[in-house]
């Protein structure tokens, strides 16, 4: 954890995400990863790509995250088979290739303001799922702005917001 206590603006650092099926978990065997995989949920398609960084999460690119019923489309997506042991899920709408806004449905809890591991996977699928050529990504969730950033080489993904909110 970084603290600046100049700018009031604080880093927490996550390491590495894991993609693998079998530790996210998530049944899913037909790539090394599951990345933008069709799950069907009351009638309708909806690929979600899904990771950890200590929970369980899926992501889920859609047009205009301020239409979505969160409350309906969340547990129905996280309870979905695919997910063993349930899974938070993460609405995504990309706002140009520099900004993503997000809403988040948290199991056990409903539609949460934001927690800092969903703004990480936020980011980190826009990034898998090449919606941004970008390794940094600002990241908005509950009228929380947060700067996302996935450094491969040190295998190592940071969030840095305000000090108030992350500390």
């Known amino acids: 954890m970084t603290n600046n206590k100049t700018s009031k603006m604080f880093t927490i650092s996550f390491g590495e995400p894991i993609t693998v099926p079998?530790?996210?978990?998530?049944?899913h065997n037909y790539t090394p990863e599951c990345i933008n995989n069709p799950v069907i949920v009351n009638g309708e398609w909806y690929k979600i790509t899904a990771m950890s960084l200590g929970d369980p999460h899926g992501a889920v690119f859609v047009e205009d995250v301020?239409?979505?019923?969160?409350?309906?489309?969340g547990p129905a997506l996280g309870n979905h088979v695919i997910f063993p042991k349930g899974a938070n899920i993460v609405f995504i709408q990309v706002l140009d290739k520099n900004n993503v806004k997000a809403r988040l449905w948290q199991r056990g809890e409903g539609e949460a303001v934001f927690t800092a591991e969903a703004a990480c996977v936020t980011g980190i699928a826009a990034m898998i799922c090449q919606k941004t050529p970008f390794s940094e990504i600002s990241v908005s969730m509950g009228g929380n702005i947060f700067q996302m950033e996935w450094n491969r080489g040190k295998r190592e993904v940071t969030l840095t917001g305000?000090?108030?909110?992350?500390a």
């Open 162 to 166: 305000a000090e108030k909110l992350l």
């Open 66 to 73: 301020d239409k979505v019923d969160v409350q309906a489309l």
């Open 22 to 27: 079998v530790l996210v978990p998530v049944v």
